[in-house]
């Protein structure tokens, strides 16, 4: 089975686990941060984890997360909705703040590019799936943001 096929498997799962998801990232490549760099869609791999999944789920739900994009290494909105009249923006209010930039930092005895928020002290770890998509594990001060330190596990891919 292909690293697509595991990550396909696990995105059409109703439920993953956090052992799951953890054997598919250490299977990924590394990233560097200009590899971000761009408009991207994304969800949720946190489905089922715990009684009713992972809280960030709810909220993303809630504001209408529809990706992350970055412009540059030091201008990135990790948080574009779409909003009520269908339009694309980047939603600073839920963000800690609003904005965020790319960074090679170490994550399990890896350095990947990373996403750092500007104003929490919460970090979105990148692994190449293939050349359009990406998974991430947000880690970092999730209690303070999220109310639980589980961490949350999402994909991105490239928006047209």
Known sequence: MTIRDRFDALISAPTTTPAELDALWADLD????EEMLGAWRGGSLSR????????????LTKIGWHGK???SLLEGHPLICRGEDGALYSNT???????????????????TATMVYDAIAVFDHFKRVDEST???????????????ADLYYFWLERDA
């Open 69 to 71: 994009r970055f412009d």
């Open 134 to 148: 990406v998974m991430g594990i947000m880690n970092g001060k999730l209690e303070a943001a999220f109310g639980v």
């Open 30 to 33: 590394t990233l560097r941060p």
């Open 93 to 111: 209010a839920y963000a800690g703040g609003g904005h965020s930039s790319l960074w090679e930092v170490g994550f399990r005895g890896e350095t």
């Open 48 to 59: 089922g984890i715990g009684a009713t999944g992972h809280p960030a789920d709810v909220l």
